[in-house]
């Protein structure tokens, strides 16, 4: 077992590759600049027009630019993968690193470290920078639920970008996982959600935003929310694990 865990050496050329490739490295910073950005602008403009102008549940509207950032972080997670499967890199890859699973976890576990990193800064300056224009209506960073949901939007990016990583491998086609998932977290899982009643809430963006909302919304609390959210990239995962380890390349 732990000859498929990843070293160093494959650790450092996955870093390489993803800094190397400018989609990919600015679909990183994305996330921090759009996410953050938006959130301050948005509150600037109506932020004091009255309490509820961002919103029904203040510290959801406190991460409104996450919807933003969310397609900055499927754009990392897909473009970090399907660059394998251009020109034949994946069996350049595969000739330096000959053990399949030892490659896979190498570029999982980088893409969801950097995810992770610039998540967790992200959702605490989208906090800071929105609250700062948001005047009498202002949360607190010392407010209930307010650093569950600094770290949890933080934790929210790291798992899209990782489903978003999965699906890519499974597909083969960083275009086909851009073309699914970003209509399905802008549209299609609203829609759905509104249509079948219940079952909505456990679709993977709605389930995972649990976890920056003040009060339960329907079953799933806030960290089984981002637990549902976790499973469903896991799945994406695992499955694009058996796609790498039993396709040729």
Same mark, same amino acid.
């Given at each position: +077992?732990?000859?498929?865990?990843?070293?160093?050496?494959?650790?450092?050329? #996955?870093?390489?590759?993803?800094?190397?490739?400018?989609?990919?490295?600015?679909?990183?910073?994305?996330?921090?600049? $759009?996410? =953050?950005? @938006?959130? $301050?602008?948005?509150?600037?403009?109506?932020?004091? $027009?009255? #309490?509820?102008? +961002?919103?029904?549940?203040?510290?959801?509207? %406190?991460?409104?630019?996450?919807?933003?950032?969310?397609?900055?972080?499927?754009?990392?997670?897909?473009?970090?993968?399907?660059?394998?499967?251009?020109?034949?890199?994946?069996?350049?890859?595969?000739?330096?690193?000959?053990?399949?699973?030892?490659?896979?976890?190498?570029?999982?576990? *980088?893409?969801?470290?950097?995810?992770?990193? !610039?998540?967790?800064?992200?959702?605490?300056?989208?906090?800071?920078?929105?609250?700062?224009?948001?005047?009498?209506? %202002?949360?607190?960073?010392?407010? /209930?639920?307010?650093?569950?949901? @600094?770290?949890?939007?933080?934790?929210?990016?790291? !798992? +899209?970008?990782?489903?978003?990583?999965?699906?890519?491998?499974?597909?083969?086609?960083?275009?086909? !996982?851009?073309?699914?998932?970003?209509?399905?977290?802008?549209?299609?899982?609203?829609?759905?959600?509104?249509?079948?009643?219940?079952?909505?809430?456990?679709? /993977?963006?709605?389930?995972?935003? +649990?976890? *920056?909302?003040?009060?339960?919304?329907?079953?799933?609390? /806030?960290?089984?929310?981002?637990?549902?959210?976790?499973?469903?990239?896991? =799945? $994406?995962?695992?499955?694009?694990?058996?796609?790498?380890?039993?396709?040729?390349?």
């Amino acid at each position: +077992m732990s000859t498929a865990l990843p070293t160093l050496p494959v650790l450092h050329s #996955e870093w390489i590759k993803i800094r190397s490739l400018r989609g990919t490295f600015w679909s990183l910073i994305s996330i921090l600049l $759009a996410t =953050v950005a @938006i959130q $301050a602008l948005t509150a600037a403009a109506i932020g004091q $027009a009255e #309490e509820s102008s +961002m919103g029904q549940d203040p510290l959801l509207a %406190a991460f409104y630019g996450l919807n933003f950032g969310q397609i900055a972080a499927i754009a990392f997670g897909a473009t970090a993968f399907s660059a394998e499967f251009h020109n034949g890199a994946l069996r350049t890859t595969f000739t330096a690193v000959p053990h399949r699973t030892r490659f896979y976890l190498s570029k999982i576990s *980088m893409v969801g470290g950097l995810a992770l990193a !610039v998540g967790q800064i992200t959702g605490f300056l989208t906090f800071v920078a929105g609250q700062a224009f948001m005047g009498p209506y %202002a949360l607190e960073l010392g407010a /209930p639920g307010t650093v569950r949901a @600094i770290v949890g939007s933080g934790l929210y990016l790291t !798992v +899209m970008a990782l489903f978003s990583a999965g699906l890519t491998a499974v597909l083969r086609s960083g275009v086909a !996982v851009l073309s699914l998932l970003i209509p399905f977290v802008l549209m299609v899982s609203f829609i759905v959600g509104e249509a079948v009643g219940g079952l909505g809430q456990f679709m /993977p963006d709605r389930a995972g935003q +649990m976890v *920056m909302r003040i009060e339960p919304h329907g079953d799933l609390g /806030p960290w089984t929310g981002l637990g549902v959210m976790a499973l469903w990239a896991v =799945v $994406a995962v695992i499955g694009g694990w058996i796609a790498v380890r039993r396709r040729d390349a």
